[in-house]
């Protein structure tokens, strides 16, 4: 509670419910990550693996979440599934650092709000995690270059073929090999 009787960010916009789920491989950005958040009225738990996402969300399905989507041992979107599973109610934002089209319109077909490119701030974490529905987001004041728009649609294809890099070939016309280059590289901007 601050000096003025309001309390701390946005806090009161959450609800009795505070429970967050950060889960993110990065950890010394998920220990930032929760105290900023922890700093802004949640109550934060954390999971660096899919496995560890998982096994909090059975534990405690929290009312809000985010989900780095490439994990050291999977896709943050299983632990998407397992909260979807459990709890429809929770406010999902995926936050990552290989954003690409393809994920994110599989992520909001999971039941995702947003999806935010790394490094996001706690500010717009929250913001994404608070939004209103049918709430606008500002078009970006910069946009996609063409190798980015390649590399977005090469994504879209990889998804729409289940992350199957043989298939993803075969339908792009592309050496297999090629196209693991390309996918292991970051998205250009």
């Not at 009787?5 to 491989?25: I, K, M, P, Q, T």
Request: proline residues 4%; contains cysteine.
């Amino acid at each position: 509670m601050r000096a003025d009787g309001s309390e701390a960010g946005s806090a009161a916009e959450l609800g009795h419910d505070r429970s967050l789920l950060l889960v993110d491989d990065d950890s010394a950005f998920l220990k930032r990550l929760a105290r900023a958040m922890e700093a802004r009225g949640f109550q934060t738990e954390t999971a660096e693996s899919v496995a560890e996402g998982i096994a909090c969300v059975e534990t405690h399905a929290p009312k809000y979440a985010v989900v780095d989507l490439r994990l050291e041992d999977g896709n943050g979107l299983d632990v998407i599934d397992a909260i979807r599973n459990l709890r429809t109610d929770t406010r999902i934002v995926v936050l990552t650092g290989y954003g690409n089209i393809a994920t994110a319109v599989t992520a909001v077909k999971l039941g995702a709000l947003d999806y935010l490119a790394k490094p996001a701030d706690a500010d717009d974490i929250l913001h994404a995690l608070t939004q209103k529905p049918g709430e606008k987001v500002e078009p970006p004041e910069n946009p996609m270059s063409a190798d980015r728009v390649r590399w977005e649609h090469i994504q879209r294809v990889y998804e729409m073929c289940d992350r199957n890099v043989s298939e993803t070939a075969r339908r792009l016309n592309m050496h297999r090999r090629t196209l693991q280059r390309i996918l292991a590289k970051r998205a250009p901007r």
